[in-house]
């Protein structure tokens, strides 16, 4: 079955995660990272972890895993080195409709997280659909190298300008022109851009259109 590739947003949805050692880190990471208020269960914790629970990045509760801690949750991530266990949580999720991510175990899986590479605000992310972890890695270290590190910066930058554009011009092929020439970095890096010698020149009032008119895949 195919998967659908979506973004969710985390910030301040409650998540929790089952496990607290190396198998549940990375993926406690980035939950924060996303913004996720993390609340992590586990009767132990390494120490790294112990650290950011003491420092209050997430919540911890020292103990093993209770149907109740579900409550309230957006997501769910069974990282525990226990196969037993991690099945029982997502069985448990499933009952209440909430996503389940159990770590290398894709039938009890929801959804799968991806090799992700990452440029600020650029993320390319790689799913294999659980069956190949090492391709999806592979991948990602081929298409990191690919990526000059200050690209994020330059997407900072190339999202300035559209909107930019976006207020100055009214839909038009034009405009749709001038904003996926302004994606191509070899033509508008870094000052002799054509859509800002544009903008530059421009004597158009500047009037707010409806940014959903332009027409781009995302």
């Given at each position: 079955?195919?998967?659908f590739?979506?973004?969710?947003?985390?910030?301040?949805?409650?998540?929790?995660?089952v496990g607290?050692?190396?198998?549940?880190?990375?993926?406690?990471?980035?939950?924060?990272?996303?913004?996720?208020?993390?609340?992590?269960?586990?009767?132990?914790?390494?120490?790294?972890?112990?650290e950011?629970?003491?420092?209050?990045?997430?919540?911890?509760?020292?103990?093993?895993?209770?149907?109740?801690?579900?409550?309230?949750?957006?997501?769910?991530?069974?990282?525990?080195?226990?196969?037993?266990?991690?099945?029982?949580?997502?069985?448990?999720?499933?009952?209440?409709?909430?996503l389940?991510?159990?770590?290398?175990?894709?039938?009890?899986?929801?959804?799968?997280?991806?090799?992700?590479?990452?440029?600020?605000?650029?993320?390319?992310?790689?799913?294999?659909?659980?069956?190949?972890?090492?391709?999806?890695?592979?991948?990602?270290?081929?298409?990191?190298?690919?990526?000059?590190?200050?690209?994020?910066?330059?997407?900072?930058?190339?999202?300035?300008?559209?909107?930019?554009?976006?207020?100055?011009?009214?839909?038009?092929?034009?405009?749709?022109?001038?904003?996926?020439l302004?994606?191509?970095?070899?033509?508008?890096?870094?000052?002799q851009?054509?859509?800002?010698?544009l903008l530059?020149?421009?004597?158009?009032?500047?009037?707010?259109?409806?940014?959903?008119?332009?027409?781009?895949?995302?």
């Amino acid at each position: 079955m195919e998967m659908f590739p979506i973004y969710l947003k985390l910030e301040q949805r409650r998540c929790l995660v089952v496990g607290a050692g190396t198998i549940a880190a990375p993926k406690i990471a980035s939950l924060l990272r996303a913004g996720g208020r993390v609340t992590v269960v586990a009767p132990e914790a390494s120490p790294e972890l112990r650290e950011a629970a003491a420092e209050r990045r997430f919540d911890w509760v020292a103990r093993g895993f209770e149907t109740a801690d579900l409550d309230g949750a957006f997501l769910v991530i069974a990282a525990t080195d226990q196969q037993s266990v991690n099945h029982r949580v997502a069985e448990e999720a499933r009952a209440r409709n909430i996503l389940c991510n159990s770590v290398d175990d894709p039938p009890d899986c929801d959804f799968f997280y991806p090799s992700v590479v990452r440029r600020g605000d650029l993320q390319i992310a790689i799913s294999t659909a659980g069956k190949s972890p090492a391709l999806a890695q592979r991948l990602r270290a081929e298409i990191d190298a690919l990526l000059e590190p200050e690209t994020g910066e330059w997407l900072d930058a190339l999202g300035e300008t559209r909107l930019r554009i976006l207020h100055q011009y009214a839909a038009s092929e034009a405009r749709k022109e001038a904003l996926h020439l302004l994606a191509r970095r070899e033509a508008c890096d870094p000052a002799q851009c054509p859509v800002q010698a544009l903008l530059a020149q421009a004597n158009a009032p500047s009037a707010p259109t409806e940014a959903g008119s332009e027409r781009e895949a995302e």
